[in-house]
């Protein structure tokens, strides 16, 4: 399975980016995808996560209200749309993914994810 990265880049605080992660049909179903970022210096951290349905998401503290999660199956592609960027969002971002047979969990842990992809960078200005 593979996974894709792109839409990273510099935006002013205040701003928006969405973030994609391109796979391939067969990894789009039944899989479930989180979203983790590592800021230098920090340890990687839980960002967003779906089960392969759609029907549960889990968001951390700190996005809550601005990142949203979601997927267009047409495209094989899962979407991070962040809202209201802040300089303290700045970290490289990584989509990973996970086989599920269930539908509805989702997953938080970086180590129950089978597949991550190369990660892409966002920087926020203040």
């Known amino acids: 399975v593979q996974l894709v990265e792109s839409g990273g880049g510099l935006v002013q605080a205040g701003g928006s980016l969405r973030l994609a992660c391109a796979t391939s049909?067969?990894?789009?179903?039944?899989?479930?995808v989180g979203w983790f970022r590592q800021a230098p210096g920090k340890e990687r951290e839980i960002v967003a996560a779906r089960s392969w349905t759609g029907r549960s998401t889990y968001f951390a503290d700190s996005v809550k209200g601005r990142f949203t999660i979601s997927g267009d199956g047409t495209k094989n592609t899962m979407y991070l749309t962040m809202n209201n960027l802040k300089p303290e969002d700045t970290a490289l971002y990584y989509c990973?993914?996970?086989?599920?047979?269930?539908?509805?969990?989702?997953?938080?842990?970086?180590?129950?994810?089978?597949?991550w992809g190369q990660g892409t960078l966002v920087t926020v200005s203040s």
């Open positions: 049909r067969r990894a789009f179903s039944n899989h479930a």
């Open positions: 990973a993914a996970r086989w599920d047979r269930s539908g509805h969990r989702y997953y938080t842990d970086g180590t129950e994810y089978s597949y």
